[in-house]
């Protein structure tokens, strides 16, 4: 029988260094033998990418946060059906750049929608699926959208004013603090090779037990 592969999230605001620290848990993930598949939310499908157009493009009419919601997770409905799960159950292992903690921490803090919505739309869309790991990058806002806009423009959530990015940060290290089997903070502040250290320590500490398993 095929032992099911273990899912991987990586999760912080703008500018942390998912993108930089996604390739070390990448290379960690190879250099252990594991089969993994490496994709993002919202996106990962085509379908689910031109979702993503969808919420992240500047549109002439404002955005409503619950339509934003809704996007967002009709993206993850068909990400998780078409992609994640069907690898999952062929022993892969899935490395997803965000997913729902980005929806407590975006549209739950940042949009002051609240938990009971996503929470409702988790169980619909995920039914008892979450993450195996969760690794959360953690940095002052204003220096992580510094770090963004040094990339070029700006997308619409990305404009957004600092205290929404102050809000989703807050609600980052509530998730963190109040899972901490699942989740794993990292100071991302550090220089670029202190923060991969502290991220390789983390991967051995908590993926050890599952790489021994198989
Ligand atoms: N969103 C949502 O609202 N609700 C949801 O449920 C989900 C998502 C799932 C897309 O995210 C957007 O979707 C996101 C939330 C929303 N908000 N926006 N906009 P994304 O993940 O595709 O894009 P992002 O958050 O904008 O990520 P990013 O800006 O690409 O940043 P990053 O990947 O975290 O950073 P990076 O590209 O690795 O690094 C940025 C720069 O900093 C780069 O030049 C690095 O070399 C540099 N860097 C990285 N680490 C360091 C350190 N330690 N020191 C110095 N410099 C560093």
């Given at each position: 029988?095929?032992?099911?592969?273990?899912?991987?999230?990586?999760?912080?605001?703008?500018?942390?260094?998912?993108?930089?620290?996604?390739?070390?848990?990448?290379?960690?993930?190879?250099?252990?033998?594991?089969?993994?598949?490496?994709?993002?939310?919202?996106?990962?499908?085509?379908?689910?990418?031109?979702?993503?157009?969808?919420?992240?493009?500047?549109?002439?009419?404002?955005?409503?946060?619950?339509?934003?919601?809704?996007?967002?997770?009709?993206?993850?409905?068909?990400?998780?059906?078409?992609?994640?799960?069907?690898?999952?159950?062929?022993?892969?292992?899935?490395?997803?750049?965000?997913?729902?903690?980005?929806?407590?921490?975006?549209?739950?803090?940042?949009?002051?929608?609240?938990?009971?919505?996503?929470?409702?739309?988790?169980?619909?869309?995920?039914?008892?699926?979450?993450?195996?790991?969760?690794?959360?990058?953690?940095?002052?806002?204003?220096?992580?959208?510094?770090?963004?806009?040094?990339?070029?423009?700006?997308?619409?959530?990305?404009?957004?004013?600092?205290?929404?990015?102050?809000?989703?940060?807050?609600?980052?290290?509530?998730?963190?603090?109040?899972?901490?089997?699942?989740?794993?903070?990292?100071?991302?502040?550090?220089?670029?090779?202190?923060?991969?250290?502290?991220l390789l320590e983390t991967l051995e500490q908590r993926l050890r037990i599952f790489l021994d398993?198989?």
């Amino acid at each position: 029988m095929i032992r099911p592969g273990k899912f991987i999230t990586l999760e912080g605001g703008e500018g942390v260094g998912k993108s930089t620290n996604l390739a070390v848990i990448e290379s960690y993930l190879a250099e252990n033998d594991v089969e993994y598949i490496v994709t993002r939310e919202p996106g990962g499908t085509h379908l689910a990418e031109k979702i993503r157009d969808l919420i992240l493009d500047n549109h002439d009419e404002p955005m409503d946060a619950a339509t934003e919601l809704l996007l967002v997770f009709a993206a993850r409905a068909q990400h998780l059906n078409t992609k994640i799960r069907p690898a999952i159950a062929k022993g892969k292992w899935v490395l997803c750049d965000r997913f729902t903690d980005a929806t407590y921490a975006y549209q739950g803090a940042g949009r002051e929608l609240g938990e009971r919505f996503i929470s409702a739309l988790e169980d619909l869309v995920q039914g008892e699926l979450r993450p195996d790991l969760t690794v959360i990058l953690d940095l002052e806002p204003a220096t992580g959208l510094n770090r963004a806009s040094q990339r070029g423009a700006l997308d619409r959530i990305e404009q957004e004013q600092i205290d929404f990015f102050h809000r989703v940060r807050s609600c980052y290290l509530e998730i963190a603090a109040a899972n901490p089997q699942r989740c794993a903070l990292i100071d991302a502040s550090k220089p670029l090779l202190a923060v991969r250290d502290q991220l390789l320590e983390t991967l051995e500490q908590r993926l050890r037990i599952f790489l021994d398993e198989r």
